[in-house]
């Protein structure tokens, strides 16, 4: 293998971080900016050179996917004795099964999932609050700490924690839950680098057995890595670190977003001042987005070109990015459903475009929307809506399929206001207090049943007397998400999280708003810097095309709140308002420059009465008699097509129309919301139906 044949292609900084000879390494590697490339290349480098045995390499990732194709790029790249790679766990698992073998152990049993146990410890007890999967949520939490049971009330006051019970409660079901697995002889996948890292600790001449095997070490994605594992790698390595052993580590500290997991940040953030003569590489060139798309990020994350924060777009300009408000989230749904229909053009797939929402339940609205518009979509992370644990729970709790529905939602709505409801036989939940409204995965969950009481609220208003039976056909009818197959081509519904480490050339950010964009539950500084990195996550998975959108009013089980935008929404119009000005700033000092005064200048704009309303409110001066005979046609148009009418036109977009009278098909296309497929479809009809209303009203004489 010829070592310079790997650096073709390469940037500069991308090379200087496959061929540093320093030790130890950390890779900064910005969004989209070949991190995997580099670091298998690294890899193949240094086995080319000769200064890395692949008998002797272990790479690590965070998951079973990442680790294939790590694996099958360098075995692309030439390396034929392949290296170890996988997962912590993975790699755990089979150096524990040779030091229960080398000392004639019995090995445990491997429990695959913590909430089965929990459930019948448990006994059911907690209602709807309280899942199976939050208690185990809350173990893992304390186990990559390395938090025993009786350690675990203190550790959570520390950290702040809303456990799903009572901290003493939780404790005591931490506690039986250990004892339980000793009882039976089993161990659970946390337990697999807790006791790893005991048995490399007590056992010298083990320990030194795989030091030796394992010389060169390499990290992925490592402002993911947790307490425990950042000790298994200091295990590995030694204390102090054996000089025989390198390390590699490859993140990016704006993607830190699971320390509400474990996950601690500051294992990447503090590496260079922890490690003695780091060598420390910074990848900042983006293969991956538009200029658009990044200056938004970078006015996402509070860090202005130079500042680090603004990557070198190696991408061609794109169209700026749309912003847009909705009056409830249904309206919101449907209008991105409308977007996406336009945007399908042939020759593109459905798999090209994405919806990402900060929570699972907000996604329900989407599910619903693209299936009446005929849109075929995939649920990536937690699943359909209706596949989910909590709401198949839920659904067999409503009662007998005879039964009415309506009682049972009554039932399901108390129980979700409730902190803790009614054990119904004795447990360890007795004489405990009520806990604190749910946080992180828990609130996700209760989010998740509170949509779909509400969902049981449209269902009663169709059908009054209906059945569980009833429902539930109904939902499946109402929710049509494909099947989750790799080739099914089907727009991608996701969180914010679960799209970490994908991309898609469009991507709708929906339900900006206060309370979701930050989490109402990120209250300290630390929650609400994850919450804006969160979001720089979600914006950064855009290719050409990012569209932002926000709800005025959004219905939570049978309550219809008020919303106001993000806080963070101004940044994104304010780079935007940069970005349409043309002339790109010259340098840091002028972007920042150029941020303030922008943002001046929309809240001016705005005034305290219009606070959180778009800047430009478009069709607010439109003709009413013009914009009655749009929609005259409109409802023709989708009785003839067999869909709703706002798969034809959205009335914001109606609006816009009355208003602007275009009469040309390039004054159409000008018109917000009416692309080139729809101006193709309706526009003959359009401006026969606009050519043929009385004249507009003038500006003085307009309603809004």
Same mark, same amino acid.
């Given at each position: 293998?010829?070592?310079?044949?790997l650096?073709?292609?390469?940037?500069e900084?991308?090379?200087?971080?496959?061929?540093?000879?320093?030790?130890?390494?950390c890779?900064l590697?910005?969004?989209?900016?070949g991190?995997?490339?580099v670091?298998?290349?690294?890899i193949?480098?240094?086995?080319?050179?000769?200064?890395?045995?692949p008998?002797?390499?272990?790479?690590?990732t965070?998951t079973?996917k990442?680790?294939?194709?790590?694996g099958?790029?360098?075995?692309?790249l030439?390396?034929?004795d392949?290296?170890?790679?996988?997962?912590f766990?993975?790699?755990a698992?089979?150096q524990?099964?040779?030091?229960?073998?080398?000392?004639?152990?019995?090995?445990?049993?491997?429990?695959?999932?913590?909430?089965?146990m929990?459930a019948?410890?448990?006994?059911?007890?907690?209602?709807?609050?309280?899942?199976?999967?939050d208690?185990a949520g809350?173990i893992?939490?304390?186990?990559?700490?390395?938090?025993?049971?009786?350690?675990?009330e203190?550790a959570?006051?520390?950290?702040?924690r809303?456990?799903?019970?009572?901290?003493?409660?939780?404790?005591?079901?931490?506690?039986?839950?250990?004892?339980?697995?000793?009882?039976?002889?089993?161990?659970?996948?946390?337990?697999?680098?807790?006791d790893?890292?005991?048995a490399?600790s007590?056992?010298?001449?083990?320990?030194?057995?795989?030091?030796?095997?394992?010389?060169h070490l390499?990290?992925?994605?490592?402002?993911d890595?947790?307490?425990?594992?950042a000790r298994?790698?200091?295990?590995?390595?030694g204390a102090?670190?054996?000089t025989?052993t390198?390390?590699?580590?490859?993140?990016?500290?704006?993607?830190?977003?699971?320390s509400?997991?474990?996950?601690?940040p500051?294992q990447?953030?503090?590496?260079?001042?922890?490690?003695?003569?780091a060598?420390?590489?910074?990848?900042?060139?983006?293969?991956?987005?538009?200029?658009?798309?990044?200056?938004?990020?970078?006015?996402?994350?509070?860090?202005?070109?130079?500042?680090?924060?603004?990557?070198?777009?190696?991408?061609p300009?794109g169209?700026l990015?749309?912003?847009?408000?909705?009056?409830?989230?249904?309206d919101e749904?449907?209008?991105?459903?409308?977007?996406?229909?336009?945007?399908?053009?042939?020759?593109?797939?459905?798999?090209?475009?994405?919806?990402?929402?900060?929570?699972?339940?907000?996604?329900?609205?989407?599910e619903?929307?693209?299936g009446?518009?005929g849109v075929?979509?995939?649920?990536?992370g937690?699943?359909a809506?209706?596949?989910?644990?909590?709401v198949?729970?839920?659904?067999?709790?409503?009662?007998?399929?005879?039964?009415?529905?309506d009682?049972?939602l009554?039932?399901?709505?108390i129980a979700?206001?409730r902190?803790v409801?009614?054990?119904?036989?004795p447990s360890?939940?007795?004489d405990i207090?009520?806990?604190?409204?749910?946080?992180?995965?828990?609130?996700?969950?209760?989010?998740?049943?509170?949509?779909l009481?509400?969902?049981?609220?449209?269902y009663?208003?169709?059908?009054?007397?209906?059945t569980?039976?009833?429902?539930?056909?109904?939902?499946?009818?109402?929710?049509?998400?494909?099947p989750?197959?790799?080739?099914?081509?089907a727009v991608?519904?996701?969180?914010?999280?679960?799209?970490?480490?994908?991309e898609?050339?469009?991507?709708?950010?929906?339900?900006?708003?206060?309370?979701l964009?930050?989490?109402?539950?990120?209250?300290?500084?630390?929650?609400?810097?994850?919450e804006?990195?969160?979001?720089?996550?979600?914006?950064?998975?855009?290719?050409?095309?990012?569209?932002?959108?926000?709800a005025?009013e959004?219905?939570?089980?049978?309550?219809?709140?008020?919303?106001?935008?993000?806080p963070?929404?101004e940044?994104?119009?304010a780079?935007r308002?940069?970005?349409?000005?043309?002339?790109?700033?010259?340098?840091?000092g002028?972007?920042?420059n150029?941020l303030?005064?922008?943002?001046?200048?929309?809240?001016?704009?705005?005034?305290?009465a219009?606070?959180?309303?778009?800047q430009v409110?478009?069709?607010?001066?439109?003709?009413?008699e013009?914009l009655?005979?749009?929609?005259?046609?409109?409802t023709?148009a989708?009785?003839?097509? #067999?869909?709703?009418?706002?798969?034809v036109?959205? %009335?914001?977009? +109606? /609006?816009? *129309? &009355?208003? $602007? !009278?275009?009469?040309?098909?390039?004054?159409?296309?000008?018109?917000?919301?009416? #692309?080139?497929?729809?101006a193709?479809r309706y526009g %003959?009809?359009? +401006? /026969?139906? *606009? &050519?043929? $209303? !009385?004249p507009?009203?003038?500006?003085?004489?307009?309603?809004?």
């Amino acid at each position: 293998m010829d070592p310079s044949a790997l650096l073709d292609g390469l940037t500069e900084r991308q090379a200087e971080a496959v061929t540093t000879p320093g030790a130890p390494v950390c890779i900064l590697a910005g969004a989209g900016s070949g991190k995997t490339r580099v670091l298998t290349r690294r890899i193949a480098y240094r086995v080319a050179t000769g200064s890395a045995d692949p008998r002797h390499v272990l790479a690590l990732t965070f998951t079973r996917k990442a680790a294939m194709e790590l694996g099958r790029r360098l075995e692309v790249l030439g390396v034929r004795d392949r290296v170890v790679a996988g997962t912590f766990h993975a790699l755990a698992y089979a150096q524990l099964r040779q030091w229960w073998a080398d000392n004639d152990r019995r090995p445990p049993t491997l429990l695959e999932r913590k909430a089965g146990m929990l459930a019948r410890l448990t006994g059911g007890a907690g209602g709807p609050r309280v899942q199976p999967a939050d208690l185990a949520g809350e173990i893992e939490w304390a186990k990559a700490r390395m938090v025993e049971p009786e350690g675990y009330e203190a550790a959570a006051a520390a950290a702040g924690r809303q456990p799903p019970l009572p901290a003493p409660a939780m404790a005591s079901l931490y506690q039986r839950y250990e004892d339980e697995k000793r009882r039976r002889g089993q161990v659970d996948f946390d337990d697999l680098l807790l006791d790893l890292v005991a048995a490399l600790s007590s056992d010298h001449a083990f320990a030194t057995a795989q030091r030796w095997r394992y010389r060169h070490l390499f990290v992925d994605e490592f402002q993911d890595v947790n307490p425990v594992q950042a000790r298994l790698l200091a295990c590995w390595r030694g204390a102090p670190p054996d000089t025989s052993t390198d390390l590699c580590v490859v993140g990016d500290p704006n993607q830190a977003i699971y320390s509400w997991n474990g996950a601690d940040p500051t294992q990447l953030q503090h590496f260079a001042r922890r490690e003695a003569g780091a060598t420390v590489v910074v990848l900042d060139d983006n293969f991956r987005s538009s200029p658009q798309i990044l200056a938004v990020a970078a006015t996402v994350i509070s860090t202005g070109p130079g500042r680090g924060g603004l990557l070198r777009a190696r991408r061609p300009d794109g169209p700026l990015p749309w912003l847009r408000s909705f009056d409830t989230e249904v309206d919101e749904a449907r209008g991105v459903a409308r977007a996406i229909r336009d945007r399908h053009r042939p020759g593109t797939a459905w798999s090209d475009l994405a919806v990402l929402t900060r929570t699972n339940a907000q996604l329900v609205a989407f599910e619903r929307a693209l299936g009446e518009a005929g849109v075929p979509v995939r649920v990536r992370g937690g699943g359909a809506f209706l596949q989910r644990p909590e709401v198949k729970s839920a659904l067999r709790e409503l009662g007998p399929s005879s039964a009415r529905v309506d009682a049972g939602l009554a039932d399901m709505a108390i129980a979700l206001r409730r902190p803790v409801a009614e054990p119904a036989e004795p447990s360890l939940l007795d004489d405990i207090p009520p806990v604190p409204a749910a946080e992180g995965p828990a609130a996700e969950r209760l989010a998740v049943l509170e949509e779909l009481v509400r969902l049981g609220h449209d269902y009663l208003a169709l059908e009054a007397d209906g059945t569980v039976a009833g429902f539930v056909a109904w939902l499946g009818a109402t929710l049509r998400s494909e099947p989750p197959r790799a080739s099914a081509d089907a727009v991608e519904l996701a969180t914010f999280h679960a799209a970490k480490g994908l991309e898609w050339p469009v991507v709708f950010l929906a339900g900006l708003e206060r309370g979701l964009v930050p989490i109402s539950f990120a209250r300290t500084d630390d929650a609400r810097d994850e919450e804006r990195r969160l979001l720089y996550v979600a914006v950064t998975r855009a290719e050409r095309e990012l569209h932002c959108s926000w709800a005025r009013e959004r219905t939570v089980g049978a309550r219809t709140v008020r919303r106001q935008p993000s806080p963070w929404w101004e940044e994104i119009q304010a780079a935007r308002a940069v970005l349409a000005a043309g002339s790109a700033p010259s340098g840091p000092g002028e972007w920042r420059n150029r941020l303030a005064a922008e943002r001046s200048r929309l809240r001016g704009a705005r005034g305290g009465a219009s606070k959180g309303r778009d800047q430009v409110e478009v069709g607010r001066h439109a003709d009413p008699e013009v914009l009655a005979a749009l929609k005259a046609w409109r409802t023709a148009a989708a009785r003839a097509g #067999g869909v709703p009418a706002f798969v034809v036109f959205h %009335d914001t977009t +109606l /609006a816009a *129309l &009355a208003e $602007a !009278r275009p009469s040309t098909r390039d004054a159409l296309l000008a018109v917000p919301g009416l #692309g080139p497929v729809k101006a193709e479809r309706y526009g %003959d009809d359009l +401006l /026969a139906v *606009l &050519a043929g $209303a !009385r004249p507009a009203a003038t500006p003085s004489r307009a309603r809004g």
